[in-house]
């Protein structure tokens, strides 16, 4: 990999490591649902503004997977910050400065934010993908994965990906 590479990455997570299980739905007690920390490095020039959109592209079963479950969307995070912190979906109005214009997105449980589940088998890849663009997006208040990608075709700087297993 290039030391010039647009990457993203977890403290927390190796590349096609395990996701710990405090950011699922299996973890114990106020230990579960918590959105894992993550850091990018060498956004690309003329970045705008980052998007995140991580899924589980092995739903429903690692071994036919149909079609992508989306776990966490998120928008209009400023490309002058360097990641985002363990626990921070749910948590925006907490954040303030450069934290301050950042809008979560609904998954698949037709929630916003980040939620983490519980499968019926394990082994899933769960692909975290930040996308570096060329002007803000702007999608309402319902903010989707579909629109999200609908929006920013032709608008893709780069991409970085990071793979965790569960």
């Known amino acids: 990999m290039a030391s010039d590479e647009f990457r993203l990455v977890s403290p927390q997570v190796a590349n096609e490591g395990r996701l710990p299980r405090k950011y699922t739905a299996e973890g114990q007690g106020a230990q579960k649902h918590i959105s894992p920390p993550l850091e990018w490095y060498n ?14 592209i092995d739903a429903p079963d690692p071994k ?58 394990h082994g899933h890849r769960f692909e975290f993908k930040l996308y570096a663009l060329d002007e803000e997006v702007k999608l309402g208040n319902k903010v989707t994965k579909d629109k999200l990608l609908d929006a920013i075709q032709g608008h893709v700087l780069g991409e970085a990906v990071l793979i965790a297993i569960f």
Do not use: C, M
């Open 64 to 121: 036919d997977p149909i079609v992508p479950w989306v776990h966490w969307v998120v928008v209009n995070i400023p490309p002058t910050l360097k990641g985002l912190p363990e626990g921070f979906s749910g948590k925006e109005e907490v954040y303030s400065g450069d934290y301050a214009g950042i809008k979560e997105g609904y998954n698949d449980f037709k929630l916003p934010g980040w939620r983490g589940t519980k499968l019926s088998s």
């Open 43 to 56: 956004v690309p020039d003329g970045t705008k503004t980052l998007a995140l959109v991580v899924q589980d």
